[in-house]
């Protein structure tokens, strides 16, 4: 264990630390060409058709989340979170240590979870990192891998210098009436990684002072590196919510600054209730 806890933030530090992921006011960020407003309702342009109510229950998850689990080998994806990396420029939802309330009855299991999106995230050169291993769908994890490659490490990756040479890439991209391309363009944004967008102070939005990390050995998370997110106020007020599948398997990151998200989530009534994204 003492081993485990001195190895995790060197991964990290590798996996984040580079010049591509500069702060989001070094960035040349473009206003998006239509993005409504966080956690507002979308006002899309004409010719769009309208948008059908969305039911996370009854959803077909399995359909679009077709490479669940990605993470069989080290839980919710301590090693995987450091290899195979690429980077993307296209708006994102971030949603590093969101908490999250469990969907019941889907297959597979996920949790909608509140996440941050703000001017730094949803403009066209919005900057974000993804790992080839954790995409949730087969075929375009496995094109991913063939385009890019194997690497640890964004020095030796041929997918982050520049960006948008990988398959998921373009996918992110919203058309005229708001909408991702992945998933069938049912979705908004699609949620991936940047450490310099959280905006002040709520780098971990549970509260605290944040980010701590506390390594759980068993439990229950999320993990929501590719999720599909809807630009509507989420369950605890954060402006995107994000539909994350769940993963219950050993060796996992959260936020040790997340005042009653342990490890093993929140139960009410007997049944899993809240639990937080995990990495």
């Known amino acids: 264990m003492t081993q485990m806890k001195a190895i995790i933030p060197l991964l990290l530090a590798v996996a984040l630390s580079s010049c591509l992921l500069c702060p989001a006011s070094a960035q040349d960020v473009e206003a998006a060409h239509w993005g409504g407003k966080p956690g507002k309702p979308h006002n899309p342009p004409q010719n769009c058709q309208p948008e059908a109510p969305f039911n996370a229950k009854t959803f077909d998850w399995a359909s679009v989340y077709t490479a669940y689990p990605v993470n069989n080998v080290v ?27 469990i969907v019941e009855g889907t297959n597979p299991p996920v949790a909608e979870c509140g996440c941050q999106v703000s001017s730094a995230t949803l403009g066209r050169g919005a900057l974000s990192i993804g790992t080839t291993p954790t995409i949730l769908d087969k075929n375009l994890q496995t094109a991913t891998a063939q385009r890019c490659g194997s690497s640890i490490g964004l020095t030796y990756s041929i997918c982050t210098n520049p960006p948008n ?33 959280w905006p002040s102070g709520i780098t971990s939005p549970q509260g605290g002072s944040g980010p701590g990390f506390k390594y759980c050995t068993k439990g229950c998370a999320t993990n929501c590196f590719a999720a599909a997110c809807h630009l509507k106020t989420a369950w605890n007020g954060m402006p995107a919510t994000c539909y994350c599948p769940v993963y219950c398997q050993p060796g996992f990151i959260m936020s040790s600054n997340s005042t009653g998200y342990e490890c093993e989530g929140q139960s009410v009534n007997g049944k899993l209730a809240y639990i937080q994204n995990g990495t």
């Open 75 to 101: 839980g919710t994806g301590i090693l995987l979170n450091t290899v195979d990396l690429f980077t993307c420029s296209a708006p994102y939802a971030l949603c590093a240590y969101a908490n999250c309330t």
């Open 165 to 197: 040479q990988a398959p998921f890439c373009p996918l992110m991209r919203r058309n005229r009436c708001g909408k991702a391309s992945m998933y069938g363009g049912v979705f908004d944004v699609i949620s991936t990684f940047n450490t310099s967008t």
